[in-house]
Structures are given as C-alpha cells and as structure tokens.
C-alpha cells in the first residue's frame, strides 16, 4: 500500500530531498507493517506473537515458557470460545458448592431484573466470593443484592434467657449461635 513517487533525478540528487525522502519512506514501511500486524491480530488463528499477548492478558492466562505460538493460539481458541451458558440452574450449582445447600437464599425476579442473594451469618467470610461470581455470572443490566442473613428468633428458642443473657445483641444478631452447654 506504500505510495511510491517518483522524483525527476534533478530533485533526487539534492542531498537534503533524498534524505527527506529516505526518512519518508522508512516511516512508511513502518507504518505499513504495523498496520499489516494488526490485520493478522484480528483473528486468533493468523494472530502474531502481540495478538496472543493481549488475549491472553484478557483471559488470565499464564502461557509456559517452553509454549511455542500455535499451542498459545490453541489455548486461547479454547478458552476464547468456550463460553458457557449461565442459568438459574448453574448459578444454584455454584453457589450449592460453595456456600452448601441450606446456607442461602436466592431470589431471582426476571420482570424486574433484580437478583438479591441472602447468605448465612455462618458463611459471611464467602461474601466476597459471591459476590464475584456473581459479577461473572449475572447480565449486566440485571441489579444484584448480596446481603447476610441474620439470626432470626426461631434458632434462639431452644436457650434460655439465662443463656442468650450472656451475649450482646450485635453478637446474637451476627454471630454463629454457640452456648455452652450446661450438663
């Protein structure tokens, strides 16, 4: 694509013209092969060593050493195209592995696009992790709520006032409920 003028030999033998020129063309050819770089990086399978580099820093990927380009493109084929359905179904499977079955509530309200998560007082150190995968795993124009689910009264009917004395309302309230037992 690189334009090639032609300069009658009285103008091409000035030194300054010719110098002007040669620095010309140089940036040219630059250029131009920049732009054919990018080109090739539009597709992962024709993409350079630069077009592999950015995919992979978009997904996160860690290549070896020793991976030479086509193993690298293949990775990032894979990784890529694979993108999985994400349904009500998934997320409970996941949220099922790592909060566990009984340990929150989920909530999902399509006509309002809203989906609000209660997690349990005893798996408030995963907050973070739920709320991550729920970034991933949520469209973006749906309006997340992830709260703790605090004690409610019916898990503090089998102690005595004597017992639930003992602690503070914020610790009734936010803690795992644990007494001592008195034999």
Known sequence: MHINVEYPDVVIDIREIKACVDAGDNVGRVLENYLEEIDR???IKTAEESGIQ???KI???QPLDTASLE???VEVLLRWWSSPVYTETTLRQKLDAVLGRENYILDIELDKKQVS???EVTRKYMIKGVEDLFE???PLDYLLEITLRYNQYKKYKP???KQLKEKTYYQLRNE???FAKNN
């Open 41 to 43: 990086n539009i597709t």
């Open 54 to 56: 950015r995919r992979e």
């Open 59 to 61: 997904l996160g990927i």
């Open 71 to 73: 193993e690298r493109k």
């Open 117 to 119: 998560c209660q997690v």
């Open 136 to 138: 991933q795993m949520v």
């Open 159 to 161: 102690y005595t006032y």
């Open 176 to 178: 795992e409920v644990t």
